[in-house]
């Protein structure tokens, strides 16, 4: 059995020592693009700006004869890119592949001092994690980085999801996870081809009521259905418990931006952190719904203010405030706090928003 004062050793001589904490940046949307698209590629100093994370995309949408071109593109964009305080990601190709060990044994050299996470897809259990964590270590090594890389993996199977918890604690390099619904949905033989979000066939139907004549009964309403809540929410807890960030990822109908709203909402709700971006137009609405509303941070910074050191009990307006919604008060407001650094024209939002809340 490996000591417990193992897990913070680098795994190969020489390699960066690993975190000890997933620093917690923003991260509201992780904003695709393919890197073999010249055109795609070019948009991607003025794209950085406006998103949280980009990311490379090696995998899924890149065609067999095209993974080189799209991993040499990442290369060329990256080194030619000031990213400034977004993150650079690359979602590298699956395990069981014949282009993943080349993804990574030219990225770490290359652009490792650049790249903050490796998205790893298909994630099954806690040994993929570990084969690419050693890897990592002894690339690192040998490049000399002196940070180490963080891992992201993919919950798209039926075993990923069995195993989400081990997978969420398999490594000190493990940053977050993302549902991904299109292969899950494949995997448990869903019987949906949506990418993402609800379908109109997953129902709950109201109790009969009589009709008001006696005849043949009122028509009775039904309620769409969330397919993704209890992956999401055991997705959630996995990496609560572990210290890592959840995510929620695609949503596959680029025009609908309600549903997609909706969706990202819901994860936003149960705890996700973000969600991926496939068009820009999903970028203004992964940044509206993962930040915190200008009332909720202003609440949320009155009840910190009232609760002092967090202990007893206050009445603030009529509503009973103890430690528990203090402790959810201070998720609202740190999360605040850290989008405000990255964003003033949010940070004056919510400085509005209290100065509102504290003339009340």
């Not at 917690?24 to 794209?47: T, Y």
């Not at 979602?91 to 990574?104: A, T």
């Not at 690339?139 to 199977?157: F, Q």
């Not at 970028?283 to 930040?291: D, E, G, N, P, Q």
Request: proline share 7%.
């Amino acid at each position: 059995m490996r000591s417990a004062k193992d897990f913070f050793r680098p795994l190969a001589v020489g390699a960066p020592a690993p975190v000890r904490e997933v620093p917690l940046r923003p991260s509201r949307m992780i904003h695709f693009f393919d890197p073999g698209n010249e055109k795609m590629a070019a948009k991607v100093p003025s794209l950085a700006p406006q998103v949280d994370v980009l990311l490379g995309n090696l995998e899924d949408a890149v065609p067999a004869d095209r993974k080189e071109a799209a991993r040499l593109g990442l290369v060329k964009t990256a080194r030619a890119t000031d990213f400034g305080d977004t993150q650079l990601w690359t979602r590298i190709n699956s395990l069981d592949s014949p282009w993943v060990l080349d993804d990574l044994l030219t990225l770490v050299p290359e652009i490792g001092d650049k790249l903050d996470v490796v998205m790893v897809p298909k994630v099954e259990g806690a040994q993929d994690i570990h084969y690419v964590d050693r890897l990592l270590a002894q690339l690192e090594a040998k490049a000399g980085l002196g940070r180490p890389i963080l891992v992201h993996a993919i919950l798209e199977t039926a075993t990923g999801v069995a195993n989400v918890e081990e997978i969420a604690g398999a490594s000190p390099r493990m940053q977050g996870i993302s549902l991904g619904p299109a292969d899950l949905a494949a995997s448990r033989r869903m019987k949906t081809t949506r990418v993402g979000g609800g379908h109109p066939g997953y129902l709950v139907r109201a109790d009969p009521a009589p009709a008001a004549d006696g005849g043949a009964d009122a028509p009775r309403p039904t309620f769409q259905q969330d397919l993704w809540h209890y992956t999401i929410a055991r997705m959630v807890d996995a990496c609560a418990a572990h210290g890592i960030l959840p995510y929620y990822g695609p949503f596959g109908d680029i025009q609908d931006v309600t549903a997609c709203e909706d969706q990202f909402r819901n994860a936003f709700l149960l705890g996700c952190v973000g969600a991926w971006s496939l068009h820009p137009a999903q970028i203004a609405i992964a940044k509206r719904v993962f930040s915190p509303s200008p009332q909720d941070v202003a609440w949320a910074r009155r009840v910190i203010a009232a609760m002092g050191d967090g202990t007893g009990a206050v009445m603030i307006d009529g509503k009973m405030q103890d430690d528990a919604t203090y402790k959810q008060c201070l998720v609202v407001a740190d999360l605040a706090d850290a989008l405000a650094a990255r964003d003033p024209e949010l940070a004056e939002v919510y400085a509005a928003a209290t100065r509102e809340e504290d003339a009340r």
